[in-house]
Structures are given as C-alpha cells and as structure tokens.
C-alpha cells in the first residue's frame, strides 16, 4: 500500500505561480511512477505530469508543458508541482497518484491516489 496526501493548493490570479506537494508514505516509492493528475468541473480526470521516483525521468501533458515542472525529494519521500503562468483553464482538483509506469498516468489509471487539492485561478 501507498499513502499520499496533497498539499499547496489555493486561490491564484492569471500569470501567477502556486507549488503543490504530495507526502508519501507506505511501501517503497522507488518501486514506482509517481504523478500529477486533475480534473476540472464538469470534465473528465486529466493527465498533468509524471515523473520516474528512481531516475527523475518527466513527462508532461500537452496543457501545461512548458509551464509545469513535476520534481521529487527523495529525502523527504516528497513530490512536487511547481506550477507557473497558470491560466483559468488550470482550475481544477489536482490529484498525486503513484503507478507502475508512465502508461498508468497517461491513461488515467495509477495504481494510488490522493484526496486531491483544489487550485482555483481567477481574478
């Protein structure tokens, strides 16, 4: 079992920067993929950015590359999304999961999941 618990969402303007952070406990985080997922009101889950908990390897979802960067601290077992130019279209509850690969994230499918954080972006 993993155990994952989000952080660091909040109220923010256009053009603003917010960082959200994901506490992992439970079995080793280095056995897996950890990731960034959303879904917006009225729409469905949606793939944000994922990221190798061994090697660092990223990859992102065409919406925020460019403007996101997913990182992770092995020593605090703790994930991260900095979060930069946000847009109104960013609104949504962002949700920190933990699969087997890439493919779990892109498809909407990780093994784990948060409770998710809400980011509203408005003026």
């Known amino acids: 079992q993993v155990q994952l618990v989000e952080s660091g969402g909040g109220l923010v303007q256009p053009g603003g920067s917010l960082r959200l952070s994901c506490g992992v406990s439970?079995?080793?985080?280095?056995?897996?993929?950890m990731g960034w997922l959303r879904q917006a009101p009225g729409k469905e889950r949606e793939f944000v950015a994922a990221i190798t908990w061994g090697g660092g390897s990223t990859t992102y979802g065409m919406p925020v590359r460019g403007r996101f960067a997913i990182s992770r601290d092995k020593t605090k077992n703790t994930l991260y999304l900095e979060m930069n130019n946000l847009k109104t279209e960013d609104t949504a509850v962002y949700y920190c999961?933990?699969?087997?690969?890439?493919?779990?994230?892109?498809?909407?499918?990780?093994?784990?999941w948060g409770q998710g954080t809400q980011v509203t972006v408005s003026s």
């Open positions: 439970g079995r080793a985080a280095s056995m897996y993929v």
């Open positions: 999961g933990a699969g087997d690969s890439f493919g779990a994230f892109t498809t909407v499918a990780p093994t784990y």
